[in-house]
């Protein structure tokens, strides 16, 4: 491919902003805090700086810089994630034990590698169309792991009695902006529409492959649910109360005795929660945040309503709100956490990712590409639900609105939330 | 409700069928047969008894025939499956252990309850048309436990060292079945289609809201998977491969070591299966079954097509089947396992419930009823996949085009089986 | 060997009681009681009534007895127990899904195999002092087992909610026992002592080898502690201080949530207990018994006293009780519990196997005995604890002084108590 | 009690020395290494570090020192290992999660409380001999822990892929010293030995109360079993062969696949193991270590003999070897891991604990002490084995005869090794 310098350095430009801001998210951190693994979902930070490095090196390094020797034999041993393709690997739940190589040597390891990638970006070596897509991808797959730093970090410090902050410098989220008032409703009628993703912008496999699809009339909320009415939910003793709950939902409350949301406490009679603060009153006007698929789904149905389906929600954000607004709150704007709403602003961008009520499956057409890249999103196509819109711990420009994401329905630590349809 | 003496009488006749023909599925089983639960899934056939006897107990006598006194006053604690609007109940998992009520006492209690529930419905009782449809979703609730029976039944006796034969006398089925050439595809065109049930019969609330869906063009094969057809993918290492699977999928094949499909064995060089006619040669043009939506997938995926969705399927039957051919093959034909297709009936009906890439998740517009009685299906919607068309252990008045039947994708022990689309 | 005709005749006649007795206790059985396991430790009474016949064929009439042919290929599969060396069998924890063969089957191989016993014994086939040790150990086995059926069966029909009683004529036990006053203490003398079995008689080979130990002063209680006594420290909340448990004990009662005895309920403010009879209320004079090692442990750390040595326990027993008083409480009694003692009966015998603080261990020159019946035995000398002097389900011929019988130190399905040294 | 100034001075001489120990044994670690707790066993570094400063915090410092501030109010419950009578604590699963307070922040912990203990020594406090055995419990307490640091830093490096070493200048151990020819057997005959321990030195209260025991005649072992001995049983087949094996050994055998001795590898064909420099060459003779009970056992079994009960250890060590030799491996030799016998060396000191087939039990007229310290030894006598003699690891001033540890049997992450008896 012949592409414009500019192009090139466009590239490298970005690649080093990501690298640069990766290790910017570890900076607040001690050493011990980058090596636990509380939870099996919970990667220790350490192994995510160390991962999305190997990324890099196994994937653009070794097939294609001429001469390029791997840092440290043992490395894509100890930093390949899932695929099987690229062989053997730490057992996930293990990776919390690996106490070396230390912080400071991967490091030096993310240096070593970074700094080869720009000897092969700016240098005399040729650069396939296909090359560029995997480097895209590494910045995209890096971009995500900073989303996953922060629920992971959140996690260890926010598990800690001594509740340190993770940085003392950060602003206070939603204190400078407005109360919020009543959710409206916005009006879509029925009709056949398009989704998915189609274009010369980067974009996964999994949301390729347009096509239509027929919705019925629906209302969607112009605002996500906020804390102060999930306590409702709470105080009107939903979790008490099996009929809200899906069956595997009501199991789940009662094999981890759940009686309120995640990361809440009620200390001395006043309810604080966990934030990269630490250990906070509750602005009761925030977007309710670390809340199960199973807790949405039985908040909709004790409000009589239901959440969108991710073609509702796409539909929805693509006719109310097309472009990002410069209110929406991204990791950019080092809150840390979702912020009250302005006005104008429907938060279908930033804040928390928006449970759908759509399984994760294949769009007609989709097929997941050759090689051990293919097992990047295709082989998740079960049992996880999609969530849309990305959070207060997602870069800005890593998002659209075709955009799918996707956990597993108990999941709470990371920045999830919803809005409901009637 | 003002309803006809012939009405009425039809009503009768048919529960009494119905109750008839859940004794006569377990009459070839010993009292020991009945009591154990093997797997958690796999419920004792003593309990079934009990359960559908109970559920017409409390939702037809207790409420509306005066003066009823209940059989036993802790049947309702031993027998209540999941409802939690019915109070406190046995757990699922320890049902196995319940040696007591013997059998004899509970074919006692489903006779005491069938005497009163004909004793209601020829009586000067009044009956409302609310308590014709609890009566109604008695029988197919029954119906659907006649099934589970047989599911139950062959794993129970499959898993016993003896094999034993579960009916000396049943029917070898597929013997006096033509053999089966290479599968046609049925084409169908893009378009808005409508799906879901609406009409006077029976139908469960996951069916109703009829509603529209728009289909790109899809070919559906004519016929369902052989087990001939599996084999190959067997023989040509697909449990080895990970590239085929989904995660969930490789990880369940690695934990349960998995290397054939279910109820196979390799005796002395050559294939056998269980059968409830004991342990069988294969006959390899006989529909595949005891196949789990992993592999079902996995095998979708080394033939480069897919499973089809529920609509898929859907648009399909309707087109191609709408009505329920003589040839379909339902617990009626006493083979009691998938049967060789016969020219001219595709499939759609009967022999195996096939596997669609749908999750199972609400109609728009969906609500569950309430009551107890609204615990029926709706709380199931999360983490399992829709069937579609039923099985040989399927009461051929059971189906129909609409029906949504549901189970988790690791399940293998009931007749379930795919077809795929392209 | 050459026996007199008499000895052989008497042998005879003890194994034709033996087998007899077996089925006399699964004679008041349903079917269906006889097929379940509802904890590992509970074994399906069908399978004990397999596995004692088994034994016979496997370690007599097969090796033995001329021309005889197994009664069934794939008994020894199902119905060996733990001996490695006898080949393959159904993992413990599956035992009890085997519905077949039947109960009706299995009562037909009973009689087979003491059919070709009898054939055996009493024919004019060559027989060694081995063999009649062999039948003498798989009389004994059996008897072991007879004691066993007795706890399973009490398991499996008290935790039915229908609490039925295992047979309608049993004695109402203590009722004709007189009332019960403090305990006494007996006193040995320091000194030393031997222990073990030397003797013509039965006796197991973890009995044998005859030893000197020196043993301090102690006094020993005169009789079992009661029900009462045991009150007396779940009253005062020895259940909730951890002063008194050891470490393990401590954390069994957490997460089992322990907090009283097994088999006790409180019924409306009453305390009431499951026996063979069905649920009961307590008679307080009775002997404590299906208690934990840890219970009695922590019941004598809140006396300030000590459970016996398995030496103290068998010194005292020699001096005070060297023979079986007829008031002892066996199986012959056909009370199925423990009874309240009688003047002059020091409880060493009958009514509760006593546990002790010593550990399962080997006595100096133990050693297995060569083959298959060395498993007996000798590889469960860890984590276990010995008890002493048998209970109301063992057989009168069947105990002795030396007996050491083991258990694991949470198990409280069994008729296990105690007394105190101090 | 009154007390010279130079025992005060000595006991303030020993504190400062042994506080300084630990430190020294953690000085090669990096902070990731300290947090990590990868099994259950195995506890943070920083959190022993924090643990045993703790333990004078709470059992000194509080009480004792007019004025003393806690550090941290929060250390109590992060630093209490199993004190129920101490108050709340971290789980102690959970310890590897705690990443805060930083090894920095533990390492400031222990100067001020080190601080504190020497102004209440050395200031004019008040104390009672009470207090002088409660400092040298500290001090012996802490002496245990730096035994357990070494274990679990070996564990912790040991199963890191890049298998580093624990310090680079450590002593290749053993090359210094003569091969090993066969064991000689040193003989004891029968009769009445005293064991345990009186006297005014320090010891604990699970080896007061000396008392008789009667031995019959033993020899022992005059060394260690051997890395090279042990080869032999592996080759042998010991592992694949139930008939050695206690069953509980066996099914520990199976369940976790155990078919070679913990830190062996064999490398392209080359038997190498783990050890605190690294992945080495084994040594073959080296005293045989990292061997749980189970695997002494089955060896034991097939050489024909027994491990020595500990009264047989003891009085061995009494009678052969009753002071201390020079040549006996301690940490302060620095080796790290057993040392290969020097003539006259009989090994009963240092190298490896030495399992006995005597299960932890209290001895006659074993008390534990009133309050929280009594929580000591106590409490975890049931399903431990007794081992004896210190290990590698042992401060040389820290073990006599009548010490007694104990573990679990299938423990191998200790230095423990054995001899045999016959």
Same mark, same amino acid.
């Given at each position: 491919?012949?592409?414009?310098?500019?192009?090139?350095?466009?590239?490298?430009?970005?690649?080093?902003?990501?690298?640069?801001?990766?290790?910017?998210?570890?900076?607040?951190?001690?050493?011990?805090?980058?090596?636990?693994?509380?939870?099996?979902?919970?990667?220790?930070?350490?192994?995510?700086?160390?991962?999305?490095?190997?990324?890099?090196?196994?994937?653009?390094?070794?097939?294609?810089?001429?001469?390029?020797?791997?840092?440290?034999?043992?490395?894509?041993?100890?930093?390949?994630?899932?695929?099987?393709?690229?062989?053997?690997?730490?057992?996930?739940?293990?990776?919390?034990?690996?106490?070396?190589?230390?912080?400071?040597?991967?490091?030096?390891?993310?240096?070593?590698?970074?700094?080869?990638?720009?000897?092969?970006?700016?240098?005399?070596?040729?650069?396939?169309?296909?090359?560029?897509?995997?480097?895209?991808?590494?910045?995209?797959?890096?971009?995500?792991?900073?989303?996953?730093?922060?629920?992971?970090?959140?996690?260890?410090?926010?598990?800690?009695? @001594?509740?340190?902050?993770?940085?003392? $410098? *950060?602003?206070? &989220?939603?204190?400078?902006? %407005?109360?919020?008032?009543? =959710?409206? /409703?916005?009006?879509?009628?029925?009709?056949?529409?398009?989704?998915?993703?189609?274009?010369?912008?980067?974009?996964?496999?999994?949301?390729?492959?347009?096509?239509?699809?027929?919705?019925?009339?629906?209302?969607?909320?112009?605002?996500?649910?906020?804390?102060?009415?999930?306590?409702?939910?709470?105080?009107?003793?939903?979790?008490?109360?099996?009929?809200?709950?899906?069956?595997?939902?009501?199991?789940?409350?009662?094999?981890?005795?759940?009686?309120?949301?995640?990361?809440?406490?009620?200390?001395?009679?006043?309810?604080?929660?966990?934030?990269?603060?630490?250990?906070?009153?509750?602005?009761?006007?925030?977007?309710?945040?670390?809340?199960?698929?199973?807790?949405?789904?039985?908040?909709?149905?004790?409000?009589?309503?239901? @959440?969108?389906?991710?073609?509702?929600? $796409? *539909?929805?954000? &693509?006719?109310?709100?097309? %472009?990002?607004?410069?209110? =929406?709150? /991204?990791?950019?704007?080092?809150?840390?956490?979702?912020?009250?709403?302005?006005?104008?602003?429907?938060?279908?961008?930033?804040?928390?990712?928006?449970?759908?009520?759509?399984?994760?499956?294949?769009?007609?057409?989709?097929?997941?590409?050759?090689?051990?890249?293919?097992?990047?999103?295709?082989?998740?196509?079960?049992?996880?639900?999609?969530?849309?819109?990305?959070?207060?711990?997602?870069?800005?420009?890593?998002?659209?609105?075709?955009?799918?994401?996707?956990?597993?329905?108990?999941?709470?630590?990371?920045?999830?939330?919803?809005?409901?349809?009637?």
């Amino acid at each position: 491919m012949l592409v414009s310098t500019s192009f090139q350095q466009q590239i490298q430009e970005r690649l080093n902003r990501v690298r640069k801001q990766t290790e910017y998210i570890c900076a607040p951190l001690k050493p011990e805090d980058t090596v636990v693994q509380p939870v099996v979902d919970v990667s220790p930070p350490k192994w995510h700086l160390g991962h999305t490095t190997w990324f890099f090196e196994a994937f653009i390094l070794e097939p294609s810089l001429p001469g390029y020797q791997v840092f440290h034999q043992k490395y894509a041993y100890l930093f390949n994630s899932y695929y099987e393709g690229a062989g053997e690997r730490v057992e996930r739940a293990y990776r919390g034990n690996m106490t070396r190589p230390s912080l400071e040597e991967i490091l030096e390891y993310r240096k070593h590698v970074t700094q080869h990638l720009n000897e092969y970006l700016s240098g005399p070596y040729p650069k396939t169309e296909e090359i560029y897509r995997v480097i895209e991808l590494g910045m995209q797959h890096e971009q995500q792991h900073q989303e996953l730093l922060l629920y992971d970090i959140k996690y260890i410090l926010g598990h800690n009695p @001594l509740f340190p902050a993770y940085r003392e $410098e *950060i602003l206070a &989220n939603g204190k400078i902006r %407005e109360a919020i008032g009543e =959710a409206d /409703f916005l009006k879509v009628d029925a009709g056949i529409f398009e989704v998915g993703y189609e274009g010369p912008g980067f974009h996964f496999d999994n949301e390729e492959c347009v096509h239509k699809v027929y919705v019925e009339d629906f209302e969607i909320m112009d605002r996500l649910i906020t804390h102060g009415e999930f306590l409702e939910f709470v105080e009107a003793g939903g979790y008490e109360d099996y009929r809200f709950w899906l069956m595997e939902g009501w199991a789940w409350v009662k094999e981890h005795k759940k009686d309120m949301p995640f990361y809440w406490f009620k200390v001395d009679g006043k309810w604080k929660h966990v934030t990269l603060h630490g250990l906070q009153d509750i602005d009761w006007d925030l977007p309710m945040t670390h809340i199960s698929y199973y807790e949405a789904n039985a908040f909709a149905n004790w409000k009589g309503m239901r @959440l969108p389906t991710e073609f509702q929600w $796409e *539909i929805a954000c &693509n006719t109310f709100s097309p %472009e990002i607004p410069e209110a =929406a709150n /991204f990791v950019e704007s080092e809150y840390y956490g979702p912020a009250k709403r302005t006005a104008g602003n429907y938060q279908f961008y930033g804040d928390v990712w928006e449970w759908t009520q759509s399984a994760y499956l294949p769009y007609p057409r989709y097929k997941a590409p050759e090689g051990t890249l293919g097992e990047y999103n295709g082989k998740f196509m079960v049992n996880q639900m999609v969530l849309k819109g990305g959070s207060c711990a997602t870069p800005r420009d890593h998002i659209r609105p075709s955009y799918r994401n996707f956990f597993h329905p108990h999941l709470q630590w990371l920045f999830n939330g919803f809005r409901l349809v009637k």
